[in-house]
């Protein structure tokens, strides 16, 4: 026993960093500049997962372009086609040597699909389990958890039924990842979801926006929005007895919306810190497809 938890306190520590989506790649780029940061900055060996995206050759292309003008020289890509392609032991072994590994944006379900409880998705979990640091942006960041959201319907009334839990990475447990939040009015489901699993945490994550987890407890927030969190452990809900798509009862929830600059505990569920930054408000926010676009075409110039 002893033992083991000598073992413990000797691991590195695992970082998540879990991006809303439409993230900054041609302004400070302040999200990517940190991911880059802890992935040992230009020292740091790159992986790209562009697999949820539907034009993952652009996608490649704009993350290379913008972590190499952060300095890194070694950046690479691993894009499987297929679930029996996931299997490949040089994909593998790419992931085994990554310090950071960066997953695109797109369709959550493709990743779930190819990836998760596949050797690619193991080595993921090596991965981030020796230190390095895994980051997602909208698709890449609802895999993270143990339990995704992979569809449901916007708007800020709960609703029965109105969304659907598929099964993730694992890489985060016990929170259940929305992205776009703000910007798509995702409050509803995510507040539906808690009130029908409430031993569950609720994040929300607005574009432009990470957060950074370290051990999956201290969460601190990077970027232009806001991280939202929903606890619904003591809350009162018809969740177990409410018609499919009627309006769901959720009394006493906690909700906390927490900016750049808070830090905040996941086991608790409280704000351990806060210190006010001043975040670019200015970055424009749009959908995943057209930002990659955009951005692709900004960094050509």
């Keep these: 026993m002893t033992e083991d938890r000598e073992a413990d306190a000797t691991e590195a ?20 500049r940190r991911f880059v940061r802890l992935a040992g900055g230009r020292a740091a060996n790159i992986v790209i997962i562009p697999t949820a995206s539907s034009v993952p050759d652009e996608v490649v292309s704009v993350y290379s372009t913008v972590f190499s003008r952060l300095g890194v020289q ?15 032991p040089d994909l593998v072994a790419r992931l085994d040597q990554a310090t950071g590994v960066f997953l695109s944006g797109g369709n959550q379900l493709r990743l779930s699909q190819l990836v998760v409880g596949t050797p690619m998705g193991e080595a993921l979990l090596r991965a981030y389990r020796r230190g390095a640091v895994i980051a997602g942006t909208s698709a890449g960041a609802s895999i993270m958890s143990q339990f995704m959201i992979s ?25 259940i990842v929305d992205q776009h939040f703000d910007q798509r009015a995702r409050y509803g489901r995510l ?27 201290e969460l601190t927030v990077v970027g ?36 750049f600059g808070a830090t905040f505990d996941l086991t ?16 424009s926010f749009s959908r995943d497809r057209h930002d990659t676009a955009a951005a692709a075409a900004a960094l050509r110039h």
């Design 268 to 283: 608790t569920a409280t704000l351990t810190h806060f210190v006010e930054k001043n975040a670019d408000i200015s970055v």
């Design 74 to 88: 070694d950046i690479g890509a691993v894009n499987p086609p297929s679930r029996s392609a996931s299997s490949d």
């Design 13 to 32: 520590p695992r970082t998540l960093l879990i991006i809303g989506g439409a993230e900054d790649k041609v302004g400070r780029v302040t999200i990517l």
């Design 151 to 175: 569809m449901g319907e916007e708007g800020v009334t709960p609703r029965q039924r109105s969304s659907q839990l598929t099964v993730g990475l694992g890489l985060l447990t016990g929170v």
């Design 191 to 217: 507040m539906s979801l808690v009130a029908g699993s409430p031993s569950l945490l609720g994040m929300g994550i607005d574009e432009d926006t990470a957060a950074e987890i370290r051990d999956e407890t």
């Design 224 to 259: 232009s929005g806001a991280v939202f969190v929903v606890d619904a452990r003591s809350a009162i809900t018809d969740a177990h007895e409410a018609k499919r798509d009627a309006p769901l009862l959720v009394s006493g929830a906690v909700v906390h919306s927490l900016p």
